[in-house]
Each structure stands twice: as C-alpha cells, then as structure tokens.
C-alpha cells in the first residue's frame, strides 16, 4: 500500500483499522515534500512546509485515536492555503508585504480542521499575490508548476493547493474561490474542487480580498473526500458577520441522479471553444444521460457581462481590503521613509507585486468621484441580473453543467504580459461568486496530450449536497 | 468615457498610495486604458429599475450584546509590528515641513 496513492476516506479507514499511523503518514507527506524540493522542476506546492507542527500534531493525533476519541478525519493531513492563519506561523498571502508577519491568532476553518478534527498542517500551499490570478505565476515565492505538465502552469489563485494534492504532496488542501480560485486550478490539476455557498464557511482569518465575494473549501482526490472536509468546515460561526446560521444536516452521496433536470446553458458553449474541452463536456452530458438524468436547455442572459462586472466589483472591494497593509501594524515597512505619508506610499509601492497594484489603481478608479456611479454602481445592478439569471434557471433546473475552464492548463509565462486574457481565464466560474451560489469542479476527462479537464456543476443556493451527487456521478 | 492618460494615473496612484517611475506609468496608462474599455462594457446595459447587489445572500446587519470580551494582549501587537516602543507603535513623523 503507497500511502501517497490513498484518498482521505481511504486514509481514515487504514487508521481505524490500526494499519497506519498518523506519524507514519505525515512522515510520508514530509519526505514526498522534500523530494520535490530535489527536483529540477519542482512542484513547488508551498510556500512553507511545517515539518515540527505536523509531527508534533501527528503524535497528538496518534494518542487521540488510542483514546478512542478520534473523527473521521484526525491524523490525515492537508495544506492550508497561505491565506489563511495558523497561529505563531507566517501567512504571506503570496506578497512580500507580509514578510515578517507571524499571525496572532487561528483562522475558523484551522480551528475547525485542525483543531477539532486532528488534521495534520504539512504546510503553507502556494498562491497568487493576495489570490489575484488564475495561475499561480504572481506569487512573489515562485511559481508552482503542474503535475501533468511541469512546464505549465497549475492554475490559481489556489494553484499550490491544487497541484499539492495532484501531486501526491497532500493528501487533501484549503483553497478560497473569489472568482474562481478553487474550481479552476482543480480543473486543471485533475482534482475535485469545492465552491460553497456564500456565507456556509467562515472567513475569520482569511485574508480578505473582495470580501462580498471570497469563499473557503476543499480541494481533495474525490467527491467523497470534499465532502467530508466541506462538512468538518461549514458552521456557524458570530466572528463573521456573513456566516450563515442555519441547521446543517449530514449529506449523502450516492451518485444517484435519476430523474434529476440539468441545465446547459447555450452561453457557456460557444463557437471557437477548445475542442478537447468541448468533447469532454459533450461526454459528461452523455455519462449524465445514461444515468437517467434529463439535459435542459437554459440561457443566462448576461454571462457575457460577468467579468467585467467581476473585474468592477473585485477590484473596489480589494482597493478598500488592501489600504490595510500600510506599514504600520505588521509585515514589511520601509524604514528609509522620513514622512508618515511618505512611509505609506513607499512600503505599498515596494511592497505590493504589479497584478496587486493593477488592481488596487483599477478598484480605486471606479470608485473614485466623478466614476462612482458609472462604473461600481452600475457594476452592483449589474450582479443583480447575473443572480436573477440562475434564480430563473433553477425555477427548471436542479443543477446545470458547464465547463470550468476554457481551456487546459497553458504554458508558464503565455498569459503573464495580458492582463485581459488572464482575466478570461475565468470566464465560466465567476458568475457564481456573483451569485453566491455554490459549485464544484470534477475530473471528467483529458486532452490527448495527457491535460485534465474538469466539468462544474453549479446549484442553488445551499443546494451542495446536490451538485455533490451530480459530481459523483461524473467521477464515477 | 475619456481616455485615460498619465495624469489619471497619477491622480488614482495618489488616492491609492502608489507610486511609479516613469515607465511604469507609461506601461500602467496603456494597460489601464485597455482594462477600463474591457469593464465599460456593462454601460450597454439598461438598469434603470435594477437594484443593486451589494451581498449575493441577503442578510440583516449582525448585532452582539455590548459586553466586555477578551481582547488581544497589547505585546501582541508590539511584536507584530515593525517598529514599536513602551506600548506603542512607533512610526515616522506626520507633520511635514
């Protein structure tokens, strides 16, 4: 048995069995993580590895199941994006403006996944500058590389999770989702990926970055394996004032999608689509079919106006998000400043990598006197209609399918010197930060060259358990 | 909508607390311009009566009883920040001359 072969709920299963140890599994992870450091072209999942914490954890985590008082998920491992706060450890965000940061406090889904549960920190997962990216390349440690295709990118803002657990380097990992920065990378690393409802996971000690749209889940090998981590992770919790109070009942997945109406809407299947992605979406409609669910056909009216209301509406809460990191509290200061004005504005020009100050001048315009209303206003009405689009879709619908991705994972470097094509990377996941609305990204095929190619399928609001099934049946 | 020059951007990068050389403004204005002609598009919409979305799950604002909580210890943040003196943070001078 390769341990590094073994799904979380496969893990969970050798542990209640006695047949492996949580020491003996994070060791493996370690030594995984460290051989790809050796590597010409390495992975390069993280940003820090925890090697201490994980052990010492690990050897708590042993001595908790002795006891008999262990869940599903204490002792297995996991990656926690450099996003979010694990006490006494530095969270970069990615930016060197945090260098120096060590955090003060834990983020509510490492309380939860580590502290509750028992899981294992192995490390610090790889990331876009403050997530802003869809490839992990602005990431001031160094790009992260593909598993499938070591020349090309992973995907982002949460490449690193991704790729660590396509990889073999984590058995299961947190990302966050703004406009896509779950489903994407999943898509491209072959892994599933789990965007949830607005508001079911708390965002205490994620860094903020467009705060009305980020959402925390899992990335893991299975649909199985994300739900039992989206379970561990969704509470409510009174340190977010967006957190959802409501009653959360156990899910079950069987894959069992009989009679079950999805939507295709017509915008997300254009001409000139790429041919491999085409192909395996039209399979998964057919896989679908087979099973016994029906194919609907559905319009959203106003796809088209979604990314540059996502780019309005992103970048203005970002610009306010991020008029924080001025130097004075915690990370990077330039300490040559003589003026406290001057400080500000040298620490943030120094501090901050070109995608974050494009974004920063670009949120800061739209909201500035004279633009308000022409573009942020307008952008908020905008949203409006977006929602009222899958508000009618699913008045006919339980699900609807489309791509994640518009294409496989490109090559290191081919979108670096085009903001806008970049941007379009994102094309088909960020109506549903808009919306609020949940969905998942699930390996349903590959290109001829070996590239994964993942399928999302898209619910109501709290509508996980769902969509989850749907992803099971694609999966299996 | 006007198109955007070097002096918008010195105007934004003020607002924003940014600065850039020379080049970076002239690389900035072209890109920006680009971007803003790229998010101009929503203007072909009519959203007369539309209201707008400000949260995708609508929520009331979240109250809590005025108590007296735990707050975080002052050398917290003493360690935390970069340059910091008998309880407090210390920073360069505001007044300018």
């Known amino acids: ?476 | 909508m006007p198109e955007i020059g070097l002096k918008d951007v010195e105007n934004t990068a003020k607002l924003a607390k940014l600065e850039f050389t020379g080049a970076e403004k002239e690389k900035f204005a072209g890109q920006f311009s680009k971007i803003v002609k790229f998010v101009e598009k929503i203007s072909e919409l009519n959203t007369d009566d539309i209201p707008p979305t400000t949260h995708a799950v609508e929520k009331r604002n979240v109250i809590r009883e005025d108590s007296v909580g735990e707050s975080m210890p002052i050398d917290v943040f003493e360690k935390t920040a970069p340059k910091a003196l008998d309880r407090s943070i210390v920073v360069p001078r505001v007044i300018e001359h």
């Open chain 1, 1 to 476: 048995m390769n341990i590094l072969d073994l799904t979380v709920k496969e893990l969970s299963g050798a542990i209640a069995k006695k047949e492996l140890n949580s020491v003996e599994i994070t060791q493996a992870y370690l030594d995984a993580i460290e051989a790809d450091h050796k590597n010409p072209k390495p992975i390069n999942a993280y940003i820090s590895v925890l090697s201490d914490l994980a052990i010492q954890s690990a050897k708590k985590a042993d001595e908790r199941i002795a006891k008999g008082n262990a869940t599903p998920l204490t002792g297995i491992p996991v990656a926690i994006k450099d996003n979010m706060n694990i006490k006494g450890y530095p969270t970069t965000c990615g930016s060197d403006i945090l260098t120096g940061y060590d955090t003060t406090y834990n983020a509510f889904v490492v309380e939860k996944l580590i502290g509750e549960h028992g899981m294992i920190p192995l490390g610090k997962a790889n990331m876009d500058e403050f997530a802003m990216g869809s490839s992990t390349e602005t990431s001031f440690y160094g790009i992260t590389r593909n598993p499938y295709d070591r020349d090309r990118i992973p995907g982002g803002s949460s490449g690193g999770s991704a790729a660590a657990v396509a990889g073999k380097l984590a058995p299961a990992a947190l990302g966050s989702d703004t406009g896509g920065s779950i489903r994407q990378p999943a898509s491209l690393c072959g892994v599933v990926g789990l965007k949830p409802t607005y508001g079911t996971v708390s965002r205490y000690g994620l860094v903020a970055f467009a705060s009305s749209l980020d959402q925390i889940g899992p990335l893991t090998h299975t649909v199985d394996d994300a739900r039992m981590i989206f379970e561990a992770l969704s509470a409510y919790d009174p340190k977010d004032s967006t957190s959802l109070d409501f009653q959360r009942k156990p899910m079950s997945l069987t894959g069992d999608i009989k009679g079950m109406k999805i939507g295709i809407p017509k915008e997300y299947f254009l001409d000139g689509m790429d041919k491999d992605v085409e192909s395996v979406i039209n399979a998964t409609i057919k896989k679908l079919e087979d099973k016994g669910a029906k194919m609907v056909d559905i319009s959203l009216p106003h796809t088209e106006y979604a990314v540059p209301t996502y780019y309005i509406v992103a970048t203005a809460e970002a610009s306010s998000n991020l008029e924080r990191y001025d130097g004075v509290k915690y990370g990077k200061r330039d300490m040559d400043a003589k003026f406290l004005s001057d400080m500000y504005v040298r620490t943030r020009s120094g501090g901050f990598g070109e995608e974050v100050k494009r974004r920063i001048m670009l949120g800061t315009y739209v909201l500035s006197a004279g633009y308000y209303d022409a573009y942020y206003m307008k952008a908020l009405k905008v949203r409006t209609l977006i929602k009222r689009d899958f508000e009618k879709a699913f008045e006919k619908t339980d699900a609807i399918l489309t791509p994640v991705s518009p294409t496989p994972a490109f090559k290191i470097g081919e979108k670096t010197d085009d903001p806008i094509a970049m941007y379009l990377s994102d094309i088909f996941t960020i109506s549903v930060n808009l919306a609020g609305i949940p969905a998942v990204s699930v390996p349903a095929g590959m290109t001829s060259a070996g590239l994964p190619i993942g399928a999302q399928v898209i619910g109501n609001l709290l509508a996980e358990e769902t969509i989850l099934n749907i992803a099971k049946a694609i999966e299996l």
